[in-house]
């Protein structure tokens, strides 16, 4: 068994850790721990065979293998508040979809070695431990064999912190920007009712991506639930970029794209759990059914 720490036990982090602890000791630690979420996240974490800490001091104490999954606007501030509290026998694992400058920037707050670039190739959900992970820096081959020992479907990707990531941020350019255009293309086509015209047309175009099917319902319900965190990560995007001295005037774009749904959603007091199962028509019907 490895002892193992989860600090952010949202979605991803979740599905991960309740996973993990069907073997393993697991222990989470979420800043919903400290407010008025705090008694749904303990029974979130009772529920999924997890040890929810009281502190983030308390989370790691005793850990061989340190989680982050956070938000990408809180990755740098967490490892920043990690590093001081870890022993020499530990490591922090950054799962979190940020530039590789950024994951460069929290390395440098740990021990060498004690850090390890984790990109996550997939979303987690319907995969879980089987999403595929790539490892970067210099213990990144050993974790990579550790985590496969645990069930995780992770592959070595290089002794250099940050390359992962700029596969990851890289690949982001275009998924993420799918999801935003999805939803720009088929919330316009509602609106002047041809939307079954399109998807025929783009189905015609790409026939194996499953326009006819469940493609639209799934890149729209990925802007409607985590539209605001993935905007985040689309920022981490931008700077990749720019550090690259690339264009990134359509990732510049997604970012601003993603928000504006969830935006337009809370606006008018529609929450995804309303949604589900999710059809992006009947979201469609609720936004105007609110004008």
Known sequence: MTTITFIGYGEAGCILADALAKVNPVTVWDCKLKGPERDAMI?????????AAISLADALTGAELIFSTV????????????????????????????APQTKRQAAECFKP???????????????????????GGPQAEA???LLTTLGCNARYGGNHVGSVSAIKMCRSVMIKGLEALTAECLFAAGHYGVEEQVLASLHASFPSLGWNDALPDYLIS??????????????????TLRDAAENSVMSQATAI???QLPDRMAARGITYAQLEPFNWKALTALLNDHI
């Open 143 to 145: 974790i990579a064999e």
């Open 113 to 135: 070695g004690a850090y390890v670039d984790v990109a996550v190739m997939a979303p987690v959900p319907p995969e879980a431990l089987r999403t595929p992970l790539l490892t």
């Open 257 to 259: 794209a993603q928000r």
């Open 222 to 239: 990925r802007v409607a639930e985590h539209g605001i965190r993935r905007s985040e990560e689309m920022e981490e995007v931008v700077k």
């Open 71 to 98: 938000t990408a606007g809180s990755a740098l501030d967490v490892a920043a508040q990690a590093a001081p509290l870890m022993t020499d026998t530990q490591y922090f694992l950054d799962l979190n979809s940020v």
């Open 43 to 51: 029974t979130k974490a009772h529920r999924g065979g997890v040890r």
